[in-house]
């Protein structure tokens, strides 16, 4: 005689996949490639430091001179460069691509035997 009880494994049912709910986005979330485009097209930022070397040198920048920096910062910044010197008419910039900024700048006379050092890139406008 056996004393023990042998229970036959069940089968289970197939059954059909239950449909899961859509994940729902944020209704007012904005999308990463909007978000990326409106920082890439921002203009160029001017420190307090460079407002003031362009105003104690008379420089005056016009809306086309503004257009092509940005131009210019762009084109390095799709380079992957982090800081740049864009060289303009008679004018050099020291740029912070990383943060859309312009951190000084120099004059055509104040320019000879300058030294600028850790930028990765430099640009001719």
Do not use: C, Y
């Amino acid at each position: 005689m056996h004393n023990k009880i042998f229970i036959p494994n069940q089968v289970r049912p197939i059954t059909p996949k239950v449909n899961e709910p859509p994940k729902q986005t944020k209704p007012n979330a904005t999308s990463f490639a909007r978000v990326l485009d409106d920082k890439l097209n921002k203009e160029v930022k001017f420190s307090q430091h460079a407002k003031q070397r362009l105003q104690m040198r008379n420089i005056e920048l016009n809306e086309s001179d503004l257009n092509k920096i940005n131009d210019a910062v762009a084109k390095v910044r799709e380079k992957g460069a982090k800081d740049s010197l864009v060289l303009f008419n008679d004018l050099a910039l020291l740029v912070s691509v990383k943060n859309n900024t312009v951190i000084t700048a120099v004059d055509g006379a104040n320019l000879k035997e300058n030294v600028f050092t850790n930028i990765d890139s430099a640009v001719i406008i």
